[in-house]
């Protein structure tokens, strides 16, 4: 089937519509082929993450701390208000990044988001990457982290 355009929908905010509009990223389908591109890669991309993620924490009034839960690094995202509902209720977050993107606070944009507009308190695990030793042990000590 050959490529053809297809129209920012109308049925979205001016702001959706921005994004749905804008070109994709340069490195969409870069697909490194050493550990260090990889790194290179993740690092480079995380680093422009929690530089967008901060501005967004301070808007929701949500606090981002790092913690370490039984060993396994973890970030409590908490807002400045707990609806009085979830007092009792804790979210736990595991990011999407596959084993190989978003790792440390980099890893946290969702958490914020339910954070800050659910007002949950929220445990976002970081899970150990890929591009790390050990990847083999990954799945093990997120689930230790929220088990």
Same mark, same amino acid.
């Given at each position: &089937?050959p490529a053809? &355009?297809?129209? $920012?929908p109308?049925?979205?905010s001016?702001?959706? %519509?921005?994004?749905?509009? /804008?070109?994709?990223?340069p490195?969409? +389908? $870069?697909i490194?082929k050493?550990?260090?591109e ?9 680093n422009?993450?929690?530089?967008r993620? %901060?501005? &967004? /924490? @301070?808007?929701? =009034?949500? %606090?981002?701390?790092p #913690?370490?839960?039984?060993g396994v %690094?973890?970030? !409590?995202v908490?807002? !400045? @208000? #707990?609806?009085p509902n +979830? !007092?009792?209720?804790?979210l736990?977050?595991i990011?999407? *990044? ?5 790792p440390? @606070?980099s *890893?946290? *944009? !969702?958490a #914020?988001? &339910?954070a800050?507009? *659910?007002h949950?308190?929220v445990i976002?695990?970081d899970?150990? +990457?890929g591009? =790390?030793?050990?990847l083999s ?7 230790n982290g929220?088990?």
């Open positions: &089937m053809k &355009m297809i129209p $920012v109308d049925t979205v001016p702001q959706m %519509k921005k994004l749905i509009a /804008a070109p994709l990223r490195t969409w +389908n $870069v490194p050493t550990v260090d990889w790194n290179a890669q993740v690092t480079a991309s995380a422009g993450t929690v530089a993620l %901060k501005p &967004m /924490a @301070e808007a929701l =009034r949500v %606090k981002v701390t #913690i370490t839960v039984d %690094k973890a970030f !409590e908490k807002p !400045e @208000e #707990i609806a +979830n !007092e009792r209720r804790l736990v977050h990011h999407g *990044g596959c084993f190989v993107s978003l440390g @606070e *890893g946290t *944009g !969702e #914020i988001l &339910m800050g507009l *659910g949950f308190k976002s695990v899970y150990r +990457n591009s =790390r030793p050990s042990g990954s799945s093990r000590r997120c689930h929220v088990a």
